[in-house]
């Protein structure tokens, strides 16, 4: 079977982070996953790779993953795409990923396919890419067809499920070319969060919609998310009204979740708040509006009005836990 390149996302601790499991099980319906791991962490995260299915893992233990942002990466990559021709390169497609899989295409002559929310074998076994476009309203196949397939995922796009592997640990000889440090990192700061799990990976996501009312009405959000150990997420009508920040928003043009349950509250469900939420595993609506879209998707509904359904919520929640 053709080797398919993983570039996996790490703490640099050896956490391996819940995309890489992804990315390796839409890897594995395309070839062998072998991952491809910058800087220090490797052993740590070896038994996790081996869980996904990572046949092996080039492992470039080099600093200057650290210091230097993105292009390193996207050089140790197109050395491993000459040295192992792979049927594909599969990065994460945040930020950092979706840069790296461009400069990784233009240095190997490459199409990319960013977006992707899911990806399989076509008929000839050449990678098929599934993008949603227009608001999540159309969903393209898209194939590339000049050099080797580099294709950015989604995160929690593709449910990640284990199959075993025995991620051979190879190391990697890499010194980063002068051109790659032309810019570097001066200084880590790490952002303030509170308690509250980190919206992409948590089990629980509690999201807040126009119904909220403002400001102040989005407070009761938060308050049914540290109930339930939740994580808070918004709509786009929340976030652009200035009632929580930009970074919590779910959506086609914010955050894409897939946590075991979904509480959508005083959300109506437009098709592009829908593309980054619709893979959760349960989902629970609170709306006013028994016609509300929202309904379509969800699994368990609650017709109401969130300021007198999500007070008796939370008796209840706090009467669980008194028990
Ligand atoms: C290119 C593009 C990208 C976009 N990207 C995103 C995105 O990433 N994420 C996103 O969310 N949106 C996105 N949108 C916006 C999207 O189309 C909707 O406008 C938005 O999701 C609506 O947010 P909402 O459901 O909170 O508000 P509304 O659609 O106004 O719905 C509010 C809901 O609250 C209910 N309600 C009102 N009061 C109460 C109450 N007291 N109790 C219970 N229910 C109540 C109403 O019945 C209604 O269903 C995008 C739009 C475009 C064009």
Known sequence: ???????????????????????????????????????????????????????????????????????????????????????????????????????LAVKTGSGVLTDATGVTAGPDGAPVAEQPNFGGAITVHSVVRAGTPVIAVRPNAVSAEPAPGPAVLEPVSFAASDAAKAAKVTEHVTAARGSRPDLTEAQIVVSGGRGTGSEDGFKIIEKLADALGAAVGASRAVTDAGWYPHA?????????????????????????????????????????????????????GIVGDLFTVLPQLLDEIDKKKAL
């Open 1 to 103: 079977m053709a080797e398919v390149l993983v570039l996996a996302e790490h703490t640099g601790a050896g956490e391996v982070k819940k995309v890489t499991c992804e990315l390796l099980t839409a890897a594995r319906r395309l070839g062998t996953p072998s991952v491809v791991w910058t800087g220090p962490g490797a052993g740590a995260g070896q038994a996790r790779l081996a869980e996904f299915g990572a046949e092996k893992v080039y492992v470039a233990d080099s600093g200057e993953f650290a210091q230097f942002p993105v292009a390193p990466a996207a050089e140790l990559l197109a050395r491993l795409v000459a040295d192992k021709s792979p049927a594909a390169v599969l990065v994460a497609g945040t930020t950092e990923g979706k840069e790296i899989a461009g400069r």
């Open 248 to 300: 919590f928003q779910v959506g086609q043009t914010g955050k894409t979740v897939s946590p075991q349950l979904y509480i959508a509250v005083g959300i109506s469900g437009a098709i592009q708040h829908r593309a980054g939420m619709q893979t959760s595993k349960t989902i629970l609506a609170i709306n006013k509006d028994p016609e509300a879209p929202i309904f379509e998707i969800a699994d368990y």
